[in-house]
């Protein structure tokens, strides 16, 4: 397939990432990759959908989908989830959503390792919980035991770990993580913790289920996680949340029947797909997004080094740092105004992401030559 047609494709999708902007605009925002998801699972969508095979779906009622996690949670990372504590879910937002429901009361107090993914401010600020703030060093996006237990204020209840890192692509590593489960531990915190990103850790970095660490820290935590971001399902809806933690297990089942409504059944048939034939395409496409990182950070060092960027260890994000640019004043409009390019806007990922901007490169290698060409533009224009 050219590289034409291949936009023109991604244009006539209905997915939101190429729809968004106008069509001068490469899209470079939300988290969704450019290539075709793996043809294992559109093979079993296509059977559902040549069988008109609509009706409500088995898949949603038995243990098929926890049972093909906890089989490639054990085998990718060393971690069993347990099935009996495994619920389905629509989406890891709605798990992570009715976790904090149930865990945590109005005025209970809900830390977030900023940066991070907009969507778990306004969670917290529409439920009535307070925000509590661990701003991430912006040199090595590290947790520190210290200064996360000063953190911690003396209403705060729980805390939103995002691991791996949305948008700055750490991966915590054993030492952080056994911090954040000492102080929660020390505090009584429920861990909600985000692994939605999981599968995208790059060699040299690897993925550590808060869960595994321990039966105690298992105890105190929620784990979220999906096929939907690691094989472009975004739209199917369908996500798992482990819940090791006793009182949202019971605050879960407590929920009146129905709240929360069923499990798309493309969505169910995809995840299954997904995590029981969908391991050759994965690790194909890592290859491909690894190298598109590798030639993001070559370029951005020999032509924009002023633009800051801490080598991401997973994910297909890339915080960029502007403060030290001419458009250090909200990067992220500039670009789309001048280069017609669309990053995400720094500070929707909080306050600490003033003169940032996230830059999505899950696309194909030409598509991102041209967003780094205009942020280049943008960034020097010609005299
Ligand atoms: C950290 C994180 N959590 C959750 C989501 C959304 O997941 P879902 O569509 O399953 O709600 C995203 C999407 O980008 C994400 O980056």
């Given at each position: 397939?050219?590289?034409?047609?291949?936009?023109?494709r991604?244009?006539?999708?209905?997915g939101?990432?190429?729809?968004?902007?106008?069509?001068?605009?490469?899209?470079?925002?939300?988290a969704d990759m450019?290539?075709?998801?793996a043809?294992?699972?559109?093979?079993?969508?296509r059977?559902?959908v040549?069988?008109?095979?609509?009706?409500?779906n088995?898949?949603s009622?038995?243990?098929?989908i926890p049972?093909?996690?906890?089989?490639?949670?054990?085998?990718?990372?060393g971690?069993?989830?347990?099935v009996e504590?495994?619920?389905?879910?629509?989406?890891s937002?709605?798990a992570?959503?009715?976790?904090?429901?149930?865990?945590?009361?109005?005025?209970?107090?809900?830390l977030l390792?900023?940066?991070?993914?907009?969507p778990?401010?306004?969670?917290?600020e529409?439920?009535?919980?307070?925000l509590?703030?661990?701003?991430?060093d912006?040199?090595?996006?590290?947790?520190?035991?210290?200064?996360?237990?000063?953190?911690?204020?003396?209403?705060?209840?729980?805390?939103?770990?995002?691991?791996?890192?949305?948008?700055?692509?750490?991966?915590?590593?054993l030492?952080e993580?056994?911090a954040v489960?000492?102080?929660a531990?020390?505090?009584?915190l429920?861990?909600?913790?985000d692994?939605?990103w999981?599968?995208?850790?790059?060699p040299?970095a690897?993925h550590?289920p808060?869960a595994?660490?321990?039966?105690?820290a298992m105890?105190?935590?929620?784990?979220v996680?999906?096929?939907?971001?690691?094989?472009?399902?975004?739209?199917?809806?369908?996500?798992?949340?482990?819940?090791?933690?006793a009182?949202?297990?019971?605050?879960?089942?407590?929920?009146p029947?129905?709240?929360?409504g069923?499990?798309?059944?493309?969505?169910?048939?995809?995840?299954?797909?997904?995590?029981?034939?969908?391991?050759?395409?994965?690790t194909e496409?890592?290859?491909?997004?690894r190298?598109?990182?590798?030639?993001?950070?070559?370029?951005?060092?020999?032509?924009?080094?002023?633009?800051?960027?801490?080598?991401?260890?997973?994910?297909?994000?890339a915080?960029?740092?502007?403060?030290?640019t001419?458009?250090?004043?909200?990067?992220?409009?500039?670009?789309?105004?001048?280069?017609?390019?669309?990053?995400?806007?720094?500070?929707?990922?909080g306050a600490?992401?003033?003169?940032?901007?996230?830059?999505?490169?899950?696309?194909?290698?030409?598509?991102?030559?041209?967003?780094?060409?205009?942020i280049?533009?943008v960034?020097?224009p010609p005299?």
């Amino acid at each position: 397939m050219s590289q034409s047609s291949d936009i023109e494709r991604l244009r006539a999708l209905s997915g939101i990432k190429w729809r968004y902007f106008g069509d001068d605009v490469i899209p470079a925002w939300v988290a969704d990759m450019d290539f075709p998801t793996a043809p294992a699972i559109t093979d079993a969508l296509r059977t559902m959908v040549d069988a008109s095979d609509f009706g409500y779906n088995g898949v949603s009622f038995d243990d098929s989908i926890p049972k093909a996690w906890a089989e490639w949670s054990e085998r990718c990372f060393g971690w069993r989830p347990d099935v009996e504590r495994t619920k389905v879910f629509s989406t890891s937002l709605q798990a992570i959503a009715t976790a904090l429901m149930v865990g945590t009361s109005a005025g209970d107090g809900v830390l977030l390792f900023t940066p991070v993914y907009p969507p778990f401010f306004g969670m917290i600020e529409k439920s009535g919980r307070t925000l509590v703030e661990y701003r991430l060093d912006q040199a090595e996006w590290r947790i520190d035991e210290d200064l996360l237990r000063s953190a911690i204020e003396p209403g705060t209840r729980a805390v939103i770990l995002c691991n791996p890192h949305n948008p700055t692509g750490r991966v915590f590593d054993l030492d952080e993580l056994r911090a954040v489960a000492t102080v929660a531990e020390e505090r009584d915190l429920l861990v909600i913790s985000d692994e939605i990103w999981q599968d995208f850790v790059y060699p040299g970095a690897r993925h550590i289920p808060f869960a595994s660490l321990g039966a105690e820290a298992m105890s105190r935590c929620v784990t979220v996680t999906a096929a939907s971001k690691s094989f472009s399902l975004g739209g199917l809806s369908c996500a798992v949340a482990h819940l090791g933690d006793a009182r949202v297990a019971e605050g879960v089942a407590a929920l009146p029947p129905h709240l929360l409504g069923g499990v798309n059944a493309l969505g169910a048939r995809a995840t299954l797909a997904a995590w029981t034939h969908g391991e050759p395409w994965l690790t194909e496409t890592l290859g491909v997004l690894r190298t598109n990182r590798d030639h993001l950070m070559a370029r951005l060092a020999s032509e924009l080094p002023e633009v800051g960027i801490a080598m991401p260890q997973a994910t297909y994000l890339a915080w960029l740092d502007f403060r030290e640019t001419e458009i250090a004043a909200n990067p992220a409009a500039r670009l789309l105004k001048h280069g017609r390019v669309g990053l995400s806007s720094g500070p929707d990922f909080g306050a600490a992401g003033e003169g940032f901007a996230r830059l999505n490169f899950a696309t194909h290698p030409d598509v991102l030559d041209q967003i780094i060409d205009r942020i280049g533009l943008v960034c020097h224009p010609p005299v």
